[in-house]
């Protein structure tokens, strides 16, 4: 089975401090290779994403092996997390990336998980919309509950707890699947 032996083209690097309050900071820089694979390799061996951590012991490259080659990087990207909350575990501190302690690695994507969550609450009222007024006979109150619901997430723009609908009140309705 081919694995590279060169960190090759990098394509991504992160630096990190493994912060202490007892001990100093201590300063990891990891590097993501390009994902490759042999040129003579037969069909059905892996991609590897070759990757590198220096700053916590050995400096070595670790191939990362991967059905393809995005598999390879995500699966790359994941071991640099567990490793580095290990590191950190070992030596009693935390991994620090821009204040992002919790997830150091895919941290600064929690404004994407907000606007998934905007995204459901939207189609979810507008789903609700529909329902009310395909209905054969939309009552006031469910008229006048579904017109506060929207203007709220258009105020909010989509953030934010739904607030009751009109299909709690009727029950089921068609609509998007929440996150």
Do not use: H, Y
């Amino acid at each position: 089975m081919w694995k590279p032996a060169e960190l090759g083209e990098i394509i991504a690097e992160r630096t990190f401090v493994l912060k202490s309050s007892g001990l100093r900071n201590k300063r990891v820089v990891v590097r993501f290779g390009r994902p490759v694979r042999g040129s003579d390799v037969p069909a059905g061996d892996p991609w590897w994403c070759p990757l590198q951590i220096a700053g916590m012991g050995s400096d070595t490259l670790r191939p990362v092996a991967g059905i393809d080659s995005l598999q390879a990087l995500a699966l790359a990207l994941q071991l640099v997390e567990r490793l580095l909350r290990a590191e950190a575990k070992r030596l009693g501190c935390r991994v620090d990336w821009l204040g992002e302690e919790k997830w150091p690695v895919f941290g600064g994507t929690d404004w994407l998980e907000a606007q998934a969550d905007a995204i459901s609450t939207l189609t979810g009222a507008l789903s609700d919309a529909i329902v009310t007024l395909e209905s054969d006979r939309p009552n006031l109150k469910s008229k006048s509950l579904l017109m506060r619901q929207l203007r709220g997430i258009v105020e909010r723009r989509g953030f934010g707890p739904r607030s009751r609908t009109p299909r709690q009140l009727r029950g089921p309705a068609r609509r998007a699947p929440r996150r």
